[in-house]
């Protein structure tokens, strides 16, 4: 079979809710990718940051399969040997008193809302299903129909409804917006630190730790979603460090695997995630002993092969490669880490194309903008690579 076999099959039996660039990849290392005609490319969307520690990481590979041949899942109607390991080393990692592991990024989502929610009856006190939850415009939180409910994206809410309500919506940056959406019912303020799929924006400096105090103010949580930002993309453990504040949630999902499974947990202190009593949530695949495993040789890999530093240092290095092609397309270069949104007055697909045949896999968010953010492994040297290529395709496009 080659590529056109593979995408005929995918197109005819597979839904069509993706539009993938017509690469078919057949086995991967580190930031590298192989595609079943045997063409190479360097991989510079990492999963969406789920492959920061680079693909099939040996470390993290020896964890799985080690621990694939042991015990893979016991349901949390059993307790296993592996989650405990996690937990201690979420909390030693982050400092927050306790986590709560789940699968995908949405379900952790879905698990900070839900934990919020009951925080806000159970604790601050607000009537029965008042609870509201201030979201910012512009959001991307996953998938699910609570979720996609306070999108702001009419191609991701468009008759998937109706929706759960008790969620507001206020402009990212605009920390009035913030100040005035905030009533007597607000439970939580759940945002991106830099938002990823609405293209790489930074907040103006100083939003989160302005939001950070009023909604301590307020008696507000703020819940992170460093979903993609965190875990090294953005050159920090997390996004939320370049203001000094500490959420009262944080959600970690993507890169808490390394790529090799779906893991997701929520992190806070007692006085929150210890609203749930047993029953109260769960998941049948959440905590499982082959995820804890794998997160924990993922998070191990993290500090241990400093990729954290690695991507603040690479992702200035990149930046200002990026900056120094001039050309009346490129807009706005903008990001932090290894985590950049190359911004064009035209649409980025076709640069995408031109790319992939150049060797280099990227995908456009939004319209105008290509994301750069390869995994952390990442050389000088290929990033020299990446930069000329990148510079011949910019050019070569008028
Ligand atoms: C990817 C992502 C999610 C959803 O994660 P899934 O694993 O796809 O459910 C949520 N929030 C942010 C910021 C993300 O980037």
Redesign the pocket.
């Known amino acids: 079979m080659n590529t056109n076999d593979y995408i005929a099959l995918e197109e005819e039996y597979g839904a069509h809710n993706y539009h993938p660039l017509d690469v078919v990849i057949e086995r991967a290392e580190g930031v590298w990718v192989t595609d079943v005609e045997g063409r190479r490319y360097l991989d510079c969307l990492a999963a969406?940051?789920a492959l920061n520690q680079g693909h099939c990481h040996p470390k993290i590979m020896e964890a799985f399969v080690a621990q694939a041949k042991k015990v893979t899942l016991t349901s949390r109607a059993f307790r296993n040997d592996q989650l405990p390991l996690l937990y201690k080393m979420l909390h030693d990692m982050t400092g927050y008193e306790m986590s709560l592991p789940m699968n995908?990024?949405?379900?952790a989502?879905e698990t900070a809302i839900k934990a919020a929610r009951k925080w806000g009856y159970t604790v601050k006190g607000i009537p029965e299903n008042k609870a509201e939850i201030i979201c910012a415009a512009d959001n991307?939180?996953?998938?699910t129909t609570t979720i996609v409910g306070f999108s702001t994206e009419e191609q991701y809410k468009k008759d998937f409804g109706p929706f759960t309500p008790g969620f507001r919506i206020v402009k990212f940056g605009d920390i009035d917006a913030l100040k005035s959406a905030i009533t007597p019912n607000t439970a939580a303020f759940l945002v991106?630190p830099i938002q990823?799929?609405a293209g790489i924006i930074v907040p103006p400096e100083g939003y989160l730790r302005e939001a950070a105090r009023i909604c301590k103010e307020q008696n507000v949580l703020l819940i992170c979603?460093e979903?993609?930002?965190g875990l090294g993309r953005s050159g920090k453990l997390f996004a939320f460090e370049y203001d000094n504040i500490r959420p009262d949630m944080v959600?970690i999902?993507?890169a808490l695997s390394g790529g090799f499974y779906?893991v997701?947990a929520v992190l806070a202190d007692n006085n929150i995630l210890g609203v749930f009593k047993p029953g109260e949530h769960g998941s049948t695949f959440g905590g499982n002993p082959l995820a804890a495993a794998v997160a924990c040789a993922a998070l191990r890999v993290l500090a241990d092969e400093d990729l954290i530093a690695k991507s603040f240092e690479l992702g200035a290095y990149f930046m200002a490669k990026l900056r120094a092609i001039d050309s009346p397309h490129v807009k706005e270069i903008r990001g932090r880490g290894l985590w950049i949104g190359f911004v064009l007055d035209t649409p980025a697909r076709p640069y995408c194309i031109a790319l992939m045949n150049e060797g280099i896999l990227c995908k456009e968010t939004h319209e105008n903008v290509i994301r750069f953010a390869p995994p952390l492994v990442i050389t000088r040297e290929e990033i020299d690579w990446a930069c000329e290529r990148i510079q011949k395709v910019v050019y070569a496009i008028h």
């Open positions: 969406y940051s995908s990024g949405a379900e989502v991307f939180h996953g998938r991106e990823g799929e979603d979903i993609q930002s959600v999902g993507k779906p997701s």
